[in-house]
T-cell receptor
Framework: AQSVAQPEDQVNVAEGNPLTVKCTYSVSGNPYLFWYVQYPNRGLQFLLK??????LVKGSYGFEAEFNKSQTSFHLKKPSALVSDSALYFC????????????FGRGTSLIVHP | DAGVIQSPRHEVTEMGQEVTLRCKPISGHDYLFWYRQTMMRGLELLIY????????DSGMPEDRFSAKMPNASFSTLKIQPSEPRDSAVYFCASSLGQTNTGELFFGEGSRLTVL
């Protein structure tokens, strides 16, 4: 079985400050991990993924995520938040040896204040 | 590529009416997914296809819901009869085969309002 948890429904950060959106996962084997972003009235857009190798993954729009196997976490980060980063962020996990279908978290609403 | 294309973007209908949502996946993608998004339940997987064949429809809420994929470039999700609790945003997504890492590409969604 695979599951993912996003413990925060909402994250508030001031523009220019660093941001972190948290994600923890559970899989039987080794994971593929993903982050998606959803802007208002839009579909989900792929941001970045962890497959293997370097634990720090860089993605679109200056976002990055850190894979931590011991803590089973894959937190999304950005050094300096922009108001335009305000959106809904989804973490997803897929077990490499299990179902092809990813499991999505419930999403975290990021609000960046000017 | 134009991405995943969904239609209509918005649909308002009355309870009891039939609703048909349409999706054109990205060319070459062999997996197609239908999701439903609501505030209460978040993102729910309804059904997915592989090479036009339905693989898992356990997420389809009731017999009122049905989905088809007659060919690799077209899928429909039908609700008959529709009910107010079906109001949601319905997303179609596609992805490349099992050897790929499997990131999904989503359409812009169809917002359904059942009065």
């Amino acid at each position: 079985a695979q599951s993912v948890a996003q413990p925060e429904d909402q994250v508030n950060v001031a523009e220019g400050n660093p941001l972190t959106v948290k994600c923890t996962y559970s899989v039987s084997g080794n994971p593929y991990l993903f982050w998606y972003v959803q802007y208002p009235n839009r579909g989900l857009q792929f941001l970045l993924k962890y497959i293997t190798g370097d634990n720090l993954v860089k993605g679109s729009y200056g976002f990055e995520a850190e894979f931590n196997k011991s803590q089973t976490s894959f937190h999304l980060k950005k050094p300096s938040a922009l108001v335009s980063d305000s959106a809904l962020y989804f973490c997803a996990v897929r077990d490499r040896r299990g179902s092809y279908i990813p499991t999505f978290g419930r999403g975290t609403s990021l609000i960046v204040h000017p | 590529d134009a991405g995943v294309i969904q239609s209509p973007r918005h649909e308002v209908t009355e309870m009891g009416q039939e609703v048909t949502l349409r999706c054109k996946p990205i060319s070459g993608h062999d997996y197609l997914f239908w999701y439903r998004q609501t505030m209460m339940r978040g993102l729910e997987l309804l059904i997915y296809f592989n090479n036009n064949v339905p693989i898992d429809d356990s997420g389809m809420p009731e017999d009122r819901f049905s989905a088809k994929m007659p060919n690799a470039s077209f899928s429909t999700l039908k609700i008959q009869p529709s009910e107010p609790r079906d109001s949601a945003v319905y997303f179609c997504a596609s992805s490349l085969g099992q050897t790929n890492t499997g990131e999904l590409f989503f359409g812009e969604g169809s917002r359904l309002t059942v009065l």
